[in-house]
C-alpha cells in the first residue's frame, strides 16, 4: 500500500460523519468535479423557472408564453443518430387551444383564428413540433421559438406601397401583357407559314 492510499483511507476515516471535502496532499477531495456549475457560476441560481410575465405592451404580444397553459408531451424523434434515437425522448409537441389562449392579445388572436383555420383540428387545438436536436431542452425551446414567430408575423402591420411602387407595377404588367400577346401572334404566324397554300391548282 503506497502513501496517497493510506493518507487517503487514514482522512476518510476522520471524516466518516458526512464530510463534503477534504484535503490530501494539499489537494481537495470532493465528489464535486471542478467543472460542476456551482463553480463555473458561483452566483447562479443553477434551477430552472419560469420568470413572471413581463409589464403589458398595450394590444401587443410581449414574447412571454405561460408554460401551464400549454400541454407538453415528448416522444422518441425520428431521423439519424443511432441508437440514441430509440432510447431518448428527446421529439417535442406542444399544443394549446387557440381561442383560449389569453395570453395571446384580443387582436392577434383573431387574425390567428382565420389564418391558422386549416390547421387547427376538431377541438380547436393548434400543434407544434420540433426534432431539430437531441437535447429535450433545446426542442423546447426551438418549438415555443416558433410558436413566438408565428404569433409575431401576424402583428407586422403591412406598409402600403407607394404612387411610384403602384406605376412600376402597373408599367410592368402592362410590357408583359404585350410581350405575351407579341409571342402569340409571332406563334401563329409560324403556325401559318407551314401550311400548304390551298385552292392552288398545278
Known amino acids: 500500500?503506497?502513501?496517497?492510499?493510506?493518507?487517503?483511507?487514514?482522512?476518510?476515516?476522520?471524516?466518516n460523519s458526512g464530510y463534503s471535502s477534504a484535503t490530501l496532499?494539499?489537494?481537495?477531495?470532493?465528489?464535486?468535479?471542478?467543472?460542476?456549475?456551482?463553480k463555473i457560476y458561483p452566483n447562479a441560481r443553477l434551477q430552472l423557472y419560469t420568470p413572471p410575465p413581463p409589464p403589458g405592451s398595450g394590444d401587443k404580444f410581449t414574447g412571454y408564453i405561460p408554460m401551464d397553459k400549454l400541454e407538453i408531451s415528448y416522444s422518441r424523434s425520428s431521423g439519424p443518430g443511432g441508437q440514441h434515437v430509440n432510447t431518448v425522448?428527446?421529439?417535442?409537441?406542444?399544443?394549446?387551444?387557440?381561442?383560449?389562449?389569453?395570453?395571446i392579445p384580443t387582436k392577434t388572436r383573431e387574425k390567428l383564428l382565420q389564418v391558422?383555420?386549416?390547421?387547427?383540428?376538431?377541438?380547436?387545438?393548434?400543434?407544434?413540433?420540433?426534432?431539430?436536436?437531441?437535447?429535450?431542452?433545446?426542442?423546447?425551446?426551438?418549438?415555443?421559438?416558433?410558436?413566438?414567430?408565428?404569433?409575431?408575423?401576424q402583428e407586422v402591420e403591412?406598409?402600403?406601397p407607394s404612387e411610384e411602387t403602384l406605376e412600376k407595377l402597373r408599367r410592368r404588367q402592362e410590357k408583359a401583357a404585350r410581350q405575351r400577346l407579341q409571342l402569340k401572334r409571332d406563334r401563329s404566324q409560324v403556325k401559318a407559314d407551314r401550311r400548304a397554300p390551298s385552292g392552288v391548282d398545278f
Open 25 to 38: 496532499l494539499g489537494r481537495q477531495l470532493s465528489y464535486q468535479s471542478d467543472l460542476s456549475l456551482d
Open 89 to 103: 425522448n428527446t421529439k417535442v409537441d406542444i399544443r394549446f387551444k387557440l381561442a383560449e389562449a389569453e395570453w
Open 116 to 153: 391558422l383555420a386549416n390547421k387547427l383540428n376538431k377541438e380547436g387545438y393548434y400543434f407544434i413540433k420540433s426534432d431539430l436536436t437531441r437535447s429535450q431542452q433545446m426542442n423546447l425551446a426551438d418549438a415555443l421559438e416558433k410558436l413566438r414567430t408565428v404569433i409575431r408575423a
Open 1 to 15: 500500500m503506497n502513501k496517497i492510499t493510506r493518507a487517503f483511507i487514514s482522512v476518510l476515516r476522520q471524516n
Open 158 to 160: 403591412p406598409v402600403a
